[in-house]
């Protein structure tokens, strides 16, 4: 091919690359442009569907917190009732990880109202081994439950049960310590009870009641105990 007036190698070379990328685009959208349009369709179409699931959790959280509310309201005017117990089983049920926690809790709560251990016990370690309820809710419930169920564990098994929350940098430190030691005087580790309880005592993190006990816990054990703080 003669190169025109003016033309110069390097732009026929540009040309003829062109011309050869477009007719392989060509031949591989010939070849393969169903299945690339179809891909197209699906990607958007999985697009469409997350968006749709994510505004209708959105709707159905905004709705669980109203029926929780309205819930809170009636036993809050003295309601609690078989109704409010099924309002809150549906809830648990329907619910998120937070909002499922807090309507167990709720009617561990009202059930232990009624000296209802069973069901209460039952509400707790359902949170505990729900995984999709926030690890804070079920450390709550742990708790809950080995207050009630104190005194027929073996003091190992509240030790045990216990040992992830007795520690410093644990929201629960203070309660969970507290049984702990409490559990150990049980199994007469005294000296270890008293350590703990004056660990507990001396932490401004812990609620002031909570070190006040654990200070006069400590000192019936005849082992001076960190001053709890008024």
Do not use: C, H
Request: charged fraction near 20%; glycine fraction near 4%.
């Amino acid at each position: 091919m003669a190169l025109a007036p003016g033309e110069t190698s390097e732009t026929f070379i540009r040309e003829v690359d062109e011309n050869l990328r477009r007719d392989q685009a060509e031949a591989v959208f010939k070849r393969y442009g169903k299945w690339i349009i179809a891909a197209a369709v699906l990607l958007l179409v999985a697009i469409a569907v997350w968006l749709f699931w994510k505004n209708q959790q959105a709707e159905q959280a905004a709705a669980n917190s109203e029926q929780f509310s309205a819930i809170l309201t009636d036993v809050g005017q003295g309601k609690s009732g078989t109704d409010i117990a099924q309002r809150l089983d549906t809830l648990a049920a329907e619910g998120n990880g937070s909002m499922t926690g807090a309507a167990r809790l709720t009617s561990a709560a009202l059930a232990l109202q009624k000296s209802d251990r069973a069901t209460a016990s039952a509400q707790y370690k359902q949170i505990i081994e729900d995984k999709s309820v926030p690890q804070t809710v079920r450390d709550t419930a742990t708790i809950r439950l080995t207050q009630l169920e104190f005194d027929t564990l073996q003091p190992q098994q509240v030790i045990e049960r216990l040992s992830p929350l007795a520690v410093k940098d644990s929201a629960w430190y203070g309660s969970a310590g507290e049984l702990t030691a409490l559990a150990m005087i049980k199994a007469n580790r005294k000296r270890e009870a008293a350590a703990l309880l004056n660990a507990v005592a001396a932490d401004t993190n812990v609620p002031p009641s909570i070190r006040a006990r654990a200070e006069l816990l400590a000192s019936g054990l005849a082992i001076p105990a960190a001053p709890a703080a008024r």
